[in-house]
């Protein structure tokens, strides 16, 4: 069994600049989900998806955006980076929106 | 709006004693309700889950307490040891299974 994966570790990007992070589900899970986790903070969900659709989002600005693939792995983009950006960003899998979810390692995104 | 609410947010423990943390709830229709430990520069791991129609669960060292009626719920340790050292996050959900964390509690056992 595969765990949950993501890439980049570690970005640094500038104010306004685009980013895409990447997420690998694990092995036999169809839902994704992604939050932001800022320093000494729990993490905040963004959105979620299942079998490739949207399936619900927290309080995140439309800049915010993401897909899944046919293979169940999935992207968050986020464009117009604000300084407020910089923060770990995680996802978790599941099977079937069941509510057992499990992290990958996160990517440390830092806006400068 | 959704809640959770999470105390205390740093707990200092003596090995070998018991640890509790808690959590409240706004939306009672909340169901499912994990814990994760998160240590540091690591990825948040799920200890422990109860659904809303069993009061209490138990896992070897880790127990995890629920009242509907009250909307709180709470992780209890045992016998703690120095590998429990870390940050432990409750959270609940909320419909959508989008799941709302608590803001942590950093949990120290002295050797």
């Known amino acids: 069994e595969t765990g949950v994966t993501q890439s980049p570790t570690h970005l640094i990007k500038t104010r306004g600049q685009q980013v895409t992070l990447r997420c690998s589900s694990q092995s036999g899970h169809n839902t994704v989900s992604w939050y932001q986790q800022a320093l000494g903070q729990g993490p905040q969900f963004i959105f979620q998806?299942?079998?490739?659709?949207?399936?619900g989002r927290g309080n995140f600005p439309p800049r915010f955006s993401g897909l899944q693939f046919p293979n169940y792995s999935s992207e968050l983009n986020v464009n117009a980076l604000e300084l407020d950006d910089s923060a770990l960003y995680l996802c978790?899998?599941?099977?079937?929106?069941?509510?057992?979810?499990?992290f990958g390692p996160g990517t440390r995104l830092t806006v400068l | 709006g959704e809640n959770v609410e999470q105390h205390p947010s740093t707990l200092s423990v003596q090995e070998g004693d018991s640890a509790v943390i808690k959590c409240t709830y706004s939306?009672?229709?909340?169901?499912?309700f994990p814990w994760y430990k998160q240590e540091l520069g690591k990825r948040p791991q799920l200890i422990i889950d109860?659904?809303?129609?069993?009061g209490e669960k138990k896992d070897q060292r880790i127990a995890v307490t629920l009242n509907k009626t009250a909307k709180h719920f709470s992780l209890h340790i045992t016998e703690t040891q120095p590998e429990d050292s870390a940050v432990y996050f409750c959270?609940?959900?909320?419909?959508?299974?989008?799941?709302?964390f608590g803001t942590g509690t950093r949990l120290t056992i002295i050797p």
């Open positions: 939306d009672s229709a909340s169901n499912y």
């Open positions: 978790a899998s599941s099977l079937d929106r069941a509510n057992e979810q499990f």
């Open positions: 109860i659904r809303s129609n069993v």
């Open positions: 998806y299942y079998r490739e659709e949207e399936n």
């Open positions: 959270a609940a959900e909320f419909g959508n299974e989008k799941l709302t």
